[in-house]
């Protein structure tokens, strides 16, 4: 008998990050038709006006700027530190909490406002009871100083 070696598809670490079968990861959120105001994942009631029922479901941008962040020196045991815990300010709205990578935990080298991407990876190894990985979405900066015109 052969062992079933069929390729395992990594999970989504959070419920709005998509993996279509074709084309790239994305994130999805919703957009309040009244204000306009955007969140991620699925939402009846928008929290900006109260309005409910009234949200689109759209796919937010992968570009934004850092808004802010903290930089963790201690966390749940296992987890490497230090690390940046950023909150992101998505083009078209939306603001998101993840994980600022490619850069140095050190306030010298971090920027408010600077342009930042989302790209999307696998979470730091880690995997369910049954083996399966899972991907997750980061931050990581646009483009160093030595880049920009
Ligand atoms: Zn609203």
Redesign the pocket.
């Known amino acids: 008998m052969t062992q079933d070696k069929t390729m395992r598809k990594p999970l989504p670490v959070v419920d709005f990050l998509k993996l279509p079968d074709v084309g790239d990861p994305y994130l999805e959120g919703s957009k309040?038709?009244?204000?306009?105001?955007v969140f991620p994942g699925a939402r009846k009631t928008?929290?900006?006006?109260?309005?409910r029922n009234?949200?689109e479901t759209i796919r937010l941008s992968n570009r934004g700027k850092l808004y802010s962040y903290s930089i963790v020196h201690r966390s749940f045991p296992g987890v490497p530190v230090p690390y940046i815990s950023a909150v992101v300010a998505l083009e078209g709205g939306c603001a998101l909490k993840g994980c600022l990578i490619d850069t140095a935990p050190d306030p010298a080298k971090v920027a408010f406002d600077m342009p930042v991407k989302v790209v999307f990876q696998d979470a730091r190894g880690q995997k369910d009871k049954d083996g399966n990985s899972y991907v997750s979405y980061f931050f990581s900066p646009e483009h160093t100083k030595e880049e920009s015109r």
Request: hydrophobic fraction near 20%; glycine fraction near 22%.
């Open positions: 309040c038709q009244n204000c306009g105001a928008c929290a900006g006006c109260g309005t009234h949200m």
